[in-house]
């Protein structure tokens, strides 16, 4: 219970940190005399005579089959792990899960720009949002679906069956089987070979307990009894009883622990690993100037910084944005599972603002200034990430973790219902208390 009202904090965390932008962003607005501001640059890479064509159509549908087949395969390959059971993968999958996102990622970060050329934006502005919506939401889907896979497909796509409950939890926990042990704080039962007509079967012991996996089974209409793919894998008994961890939110949490400081790390080194270079560079040059007795200017200190664009030592609003928001929303949408990730998310955040503040005004080239009346659609993605947060926090909650996951389906779609539904009115209520303007 105490995970569930953390969870709920956060998400009001989120709700007034979003609201408080706006409110800031408004006086920035004022401050400096940016409201309704908008930079109209022609695109140097727009074809006139593309316009309104067939080829055009054309081209915007081949971009948007290929995002989709990407996609698609990035599915497939998850699945593959996740839905797959070894002692390999018991210990290497939170490893593989992060590879493969990083992978995905990294190639998709060199495709997207080429399928926003195909749609042949008239404008620079409308090229950069067009980069926008091509890389944040497959970005975001190869964060968050490895995860959200584990959450709520894994239980109904992995199932185990045989003919009774014993049997089935043979073919799960035995050394032979997907899992390879059984759940600890379970004593393994003891299972004699029978053999009849030629068929081979186990019968598990008489004073054999299998009680642990009463809410991960089901039994068939013919009979049969199927263990679900999230079954039993960390048992304790309390005051209340016997209560087990699925092998599902085992997974879940050291996937996201090995993501997000992974995700962290890596981001922490791609900025300071330009400001080296850069720094080595201005120093090899101002050396050989000082050499021959020459001055080195301020712009040949220019020429050897990085630029500041997309995909580039020096950054750009994209990458820069596009790392807060994964890790605001593994932070937001899985806050509940791993209660843990605040504390190093919010220490890490601090040196990553300063590392970010430090590169663009002393190692990123000046990049040409343009009015701007805020972070545009970036402000959107954030609220839409409170919203998916919500979504998937009561989900957990409902489906993955006890006690809301022992009840019967219907009581347990009730539940995430109101809770989502009571979630969403409270986001909305904390959102009136503060309007977009403030009275200064």
């Known amino acids: 219970y105490i995970q569930f009202g953390f ?157 009774t409950l014993a049997e089935a939890a043979r073919l799960v926990y035995s050394q032979k089987g997907p899992y390879g042990h059984w759940p600890s704080g379970i004593e393994s039962p003891e299972y004699f070979e029978q053999t009849a007509n030629g068929v081979t079967s186990y019968i598990a012991s008489a004073d054999s307990d299998f009680s642990f996996l009463d809410h991960f089974y089901y039994v068939r209409s013919d009979g049969g009894h199927c263990i679900s793919g999230c079954f039993a894998a960390d048992c304790m008994t309390d005051a209340d009883g016997l209560h087990c961890r699925s092998n599902c939110q085992l997974s879940l949490e050291r996937s996201l622990m090995v993501f997000f400081i992974s995700h962290t790390v890596c981001t922490l080194l791609f900025i300071v690993i330009p400001m080296f270079l850069a720094r080595w560079e201005v120093h090899k040059e101002h050396a050989k100037a000082s050499g021959k007795g020459l001055e080195y200017t301020f712009l040949q200190l220019q020429a050897k910084q990085p630029t500041y664009e ?40 601090l040196i990553e603002y300063r590392l970010l503040a430090y590169r663009m005004t002393a190692i990123t080239q000046r990049p040409f200034p343009l009015r701007a009346e805020g972070i545009g659609i970036w402000q959107d993605i954030f609220e839409n990430l409170c919203v998916l947060a919500i979504a998937i926090n009561v989900g957990i909650i409902v489906m993955v973790m006890y006690p809301i996951r022992n009840w019967d389906a219907f009581h347990a779609l009730a539940a995430f219902v109101i809770a989502e539904h009571a979630m969403l009115g409270f986001k909305f209520l904390v959102e009136q208390c503060f309007s977009n303007q403030p009275q200064d």
Not at 146 to 163: D, E, G, N
Not at 319 to 340: H, K
């Open 310 to 349: 997309f995909m580039s030592w020096g950054g750009s609003q994209v990458d820069d944005f596009m790392e807060f928001a994964i890790g605001f929303a593994i932070l937001t949408s899985f806050c509940v599972v791993v209660p843990a990730m605040v504390i190093p998310a919010f220490l890490c955040n």
């Open 7 to 163: 969870g709920f904090l956060v998400i009001l965390w989120a709700t007034v940190f979003n609201k408080m932008y706006v409110r800031m962003a408004a006086r920035a607005q004022q401050r400096w005399g940016m409201q309704d501001a908008e930079v109209v640059a022609k695109n140097i890479k727009h074809d006139p005579a593309l316009d309104g064509s067939w080829k055009l159509h054309v081209r915007e549908v081949l971009a948007n089959a290929a995002t989709a087949a990407y996609l698609l395969v990035f599915v497939l390959g998850v699945n593959a792990l996740n839905f797959h059971e070894s002692e390999f993968l018991d210990k290497y999958l939170p490893t593989l899960t992060t590879c493969i996102i990083f992978l995905f990622s990294f190639v998709w970060s060199k495709i997207a720009p080429a399928l926003n050329n195909l749609q042949n934006h008239r404008t620079q502005l409308r090229w950069d949002r067009g980069l926008v919506l091509k890389v944040v939401p497959v970005r975001l889907f190869l964060a968050l679906y490895p995860f959200v896979s584990l959450c709520f497909m894994k239980k109904y796509v992995k199932r185990i069956c045989a003919s």
